[in-house]
């Protein structure tokens, strides 16, 4: 059998830096997938991050609408009571004189 120059141990360092560039590339490779496989999970996470702040702004709006509305009703309990105190007010005011007249 014939002896090839990669055999001889000066030549061999080529076959040898050829195995690890083929050992580096795919070492490359398969940081690359991660990478990847890492993008498409953050962009999942993204995702769902946006649609907890789109149900979160939505809550926020339920609630304002929802204040709002509470407020509004407060509002308008205090007008009445406030009509009903100075009704009484008046009446107790002008109610001797006005059964007098």
């Known amino acids: 059998m014939p002896s090839r120059a990669q055999d001889i141990p000066l030549f061999g360092l080529r076959r040898n830096l050829r195995k690890a560039e083929e050992q ?14 890492g ?9 769902a991050a946006e649609k ?3 149900a979160a702004e939505e809550e926020i709006e339920t609630a304002v609408r929802f204040s709002g509305l509470a ?3 407060a509002v308008v309990a205090a007008e009445a009571v406030g009509v009903l ?11 001797p004189e006005a059964q007098k007249s």
């Open 52 to 54: 907890g702040v789109v």
């Open 85 to 95: 105190i100075a009704t009484s007010v008046v009446n107790g005011i002008l109610g």
């Open 39 to 47: 993008i498409v999970a953050a962009e999942k996470g993204i995702e």
């Open 71 to 73: 407020q509004a009703g």
């Open 24 to 37: 580096a590339e795919e070492i490359v490779k398969e940081g690359f997938e991660a990478a990847d496989k």
